[in-house]
């Protein structure tokens, strides 16, 4: 059974930095594009960033370009997402999301949340003083 589990949310205070980790099982998460996305209270999902399944490639969302980071480890099937300097605004429940394609099939990263067909429960971050 795919299954995707994150971890590493909390409290952190306005300019502080958060690592958020996401376990995958139950496929091979080195041939599939990973991403990570996110919902702020009363909004819908956001797409955050996505990375190429041999970590050629990294797309992030504006907000996010310059103060996160996506990375993977395909070894240990983890998933991680570094966040810096971080806003009010960046308090969400964060996802990590499985492309719905193999990474040799599609050839590319797709940013629509709808191409990914898998994601975790989700963790916490909450950006407050």
């Known amino acids: 059974q795919p299954q995707l589990v994150e971890s590493g949310g909390g409290l952190a205070q306005p300019g502080g930095s958060l690592r958020l980790s996401c376990v995958a099982s139950?496929?091979?998460?080195?041939?599939?594009?990973m991403g990570w996305a996110r919902q702020a209270p009363g909004k819908g999902l956001e797409w955050v960033g996505s990375?190429?399944?041999?970590?050629?490639?990294?797309y992030y969302a504006d907000f996010g370009k310059g103060r996160f980071a996506i990375t993977r480890d395909n070894a240990k099937n983890t998933l991680y997402l570094q966040m810096n300097v971080l806003k009010p605004e960046d308090t969400a429940v964060y996802y990590c999301?499985?492309?719905?394609?193999?990474?040799?099939?599609?050839?590319?990263?797709?940013?629509?949340?709808?191409?990914?067909?898998?994601r975790g429960q989700g963790t916490q971050v909450t950006v407050s003083s």
């Open positions: 139950g496929f091979t998460f080195s041939k599939y594009v």
């Open positions: 990375i190429y399944s041999d970590s050629s490639d990294v």
């Open positions: 999301m499985k492309d719905r394609l193999e990474a040799l099939e599609r050839g590319w990263i797709p940013l629509a949340l709808h191409e990914y067909d898998l």
